[in-house]
């Protein structure tokens, strides 16, 4: 069997997915026919019915054009922000003195609880959903990049300083390229978090998205349209997951394997 997985590990891995999704499928129908949650958690059919009526209607293609964009303005700002700010961190005595307290002050305030300030501030339009999103992805980089800066290998800084190198050498040539895993887990969470942010971005009043189809069908008890909603947000984390994991590997071959 080991054998195997070393020779076929590609088609071990397929096969070891399909069986968990067998399995699930299983679980499922199990749960779905139970007194207690079958009203909640409908039969699979029944959500793959709604699958394919939404697709053919095409509501589910706008839902998920709409959260798509979103998703991603968010964390492309939360991203482009982080960078910067937690590089700074690590690096800057000073600057992190400032700045650090707030940002652990501001982390423990969950983006919900912005929802008034946003709308207030801009409207509930496309900007108030990618000001939540971005809140929630930039707290979540910026902390678990800083860390990265900070847990360079030292003996990594010693070495470049016996050869002299200058304060912009041993930045750009060892804390930068010791930080990119840091920042590829980075981006892994910070496209978790913007996920996960999106049913409580869309409750600035959207008409459509994801949340917005999954809160609407909860309010009617379409519970096969809230399954649905939330098994799409799920694929495209998995998605979006799977596409960073391929990054991550080719940007740190130079890794030892383990």
Known sequence: MKRFMEMHRTLYRSLCLMLSIAIALVLWSVISRLPSTGSVFVSPLLVWDAFVENIQNGILIIHIRDSLIRVVLGFALGFIVSIPVAFLL???????????????????IPPIALIPIVI???????????????FAVFL???????????NVDNTLI???RVFDATDAQLFFNVIVPASVPFILTGVRLGLATALTTLVAAELTGAATGLGTMIQQAGMYFQMDVVLLGIIVIG????????????LEKKLTSWQEVR
């Open 235 to 246: 694929i495209i984390g998995f998605i979006f997951d799977k596409i960073v994991l391929l």
């Open 120 to 134: 207030v501030m801009f409207g509930i339009g496309t900007s108030a959903k990618v000001a939540i999103i971005f």
């Open 158 to 160: 010693k070495a470049a």
């Open 140 to 150: 979540t980089m910026v902390v678990t990049i800083y860390q990265g800066v900070r």
């Open 90 to 108: 690590g690096w800057y005595e000073g600057f992190r003195v400032i700045v650090e307290p707030w940002i652990q002050f501001l982390r423990t």
